[in-house]
């Protein structure tokens, strides 16, 4: 079963328009990633937020964490037609290390030029 | 560096055959993962080894599947005999742990059909 659940499933935005996609997982967490995956390609890796930080950014991207509501939320700025791809997010429950992420469903993103 | 190198990219087999799919992950990185990925199940993981020991294979379907890591620079994912709801994109993904956590970085995938 999937550990995260992202929502929405699919999200359609202008243009220059924030988009926000949220992260709901069930046990306890080391971290938590955020992937994107293009059609067709593998998923790359965009942001980690470790279980006692709360908020995180790089570039256009902002992450938030709520270790008591066991949820996140991705949050693109400025959205550009490049950023239309499905995100995922993954969590690390493990506990030494070098053990498997978990992932979400996925929420696809189009962003309309 | 070249990333994680999969083949084949894109496979189109008969029912019953054997398919064999091979990863080649980023040099240095010490945990290979392979990943199954359909629009019914979503992405997930089959296997993953660490320092080319097997830990945990829970995610394998059946015993159709099996997968091995001879050495640091190589693994194989076979399936035999193939059944058409084999039809997927396997991922192979490798990392290495750090201070900071373990992330993965992801082959482009070979697509899978099997007819």
């Known amino acids: 079963s999937q550990q995260g659940e992202e929502d929405p499933q699919a999200l359609s935005i202008q243009e220059g328009e924030n988009a926000t996609m949220n992260c709901s997982y069930k046990t306890s967490i080391n971290n938590l990633q955020w992937y994107r995956q293009n059609s067709g390609r593998g998923l790359v890796h965009l942001i980690l937020i470790r279980s006692n930080e709360r908020e995180k950014h790089s570039g256009r991207l902002r992450v938030t964490l709520d270790t008591s509501k066991k949820s996140s939320s991705l949050l693109i700025t400025a959205s550009r037609a490049a950023d239309t791809a499905s995100y995922f997010c993954a969590t690390d429950a493990s506990s030494s290390g070098n053990e498997k992420l978990t992932f979400g469903t996925g929420t696809r993103l189009t962003i309309i030029p | 560096d070249a990333g994680v190198i999969q083949s084949p990219r894109h496979e189109v087999t008969e029912m019953g055959q054997e398919v064999t799919l091979r990863c080649k992950p980023i040099?240095?990185?010490?945990?290979l993962f392979w990943y199954r990925q359909t629009m019914m199940r979503g992405l997930e993981l089959l296997i993953y080894?660490?320092?080319?020991?097997?830990?945990?294979d829970s995610g394998m379907p059946e015993d159709r599947f099996s997968a091995k890591m001879p050495n640091a620079s190589f693994s194989t994912l076979k399936i035999q005999p193939s059944e058409p709801r084999d039809s997927a994109v396997y991922f192979c993904?490798?990392?290495?742990?750090?201070?900071?956590?373990?992330?993965?970085?992801f082959g482009e995938g070979s697509w899978l059909t099997v007819v």
């Open positions: 080894f660490n320092n080319n020991v097997p830990i945990d």
């Open positions: 040099s240095g990185h010490n945990s």
């Open positions: 993904a490798s990392s290495i742990w750090d201070i900071i956590g373990n992330t993965i970085y």
